[in-house]
């Protein structure tokens, strides 16, 4: 069974960071590109990042670069986001996903597996 479990959200001020970790179990992790995504009230969930299954390709979403930095050790079978520079409209729920492909995308459709997500407040 794949459980993908998300650590690290939490409260922070604006100008602030927050490093959050996703540890993937059930599933051969190197097999799998991984995304992060997020979801707002009341918006529909967005990508955010996206590695390739080496992680050597990234790809970020053009309201996070420069801010924001993916990276996943396969020997940990996890996954990171590092956020610097938050702002308040980072605020949202933040999800994990697992996708069997190869290359990046950000589409939610290509992802099969999910975490339950962590909650990152950004204030202002």
């Known amino acids: 069974q794949v459980q993908m479990v998300e650590s690290g959200g939490g409260l922070v001020q604006a100008g602030g960071s927050l490093r959050l970790s996703c540890t993937a179990s059930g599933l051969s992790f190197d097999d799998y590109a991984m995304g992060w995504f997020r979801q707002a009230p009341g918006k529909e969930r967005e990508g955010v990042s996206c590695?390739?299954?080496?992680?050597?390709?990234?790809y970020y979403a053009d309201s996070v670069k420069g801010r924001f930095t993916v990276s996943r050790d396969n020997a940990k079978n996890t996954l990171y986001l590092q956020m610097n520079s938050l702002k308040p409209e980072d605020t949202a729920v933040y999800y994990c996903a697992a996708g069997r492909f190869t290359g990046w995308s950000l589409n939610p459709a290509s992802f099969g597996a999910w975490g339950q997500g962590t909650q990152v407040t950004v204030s202002s």
């Open positions: 590695t390739s299954r080496s992680g050597g390709s990234t």
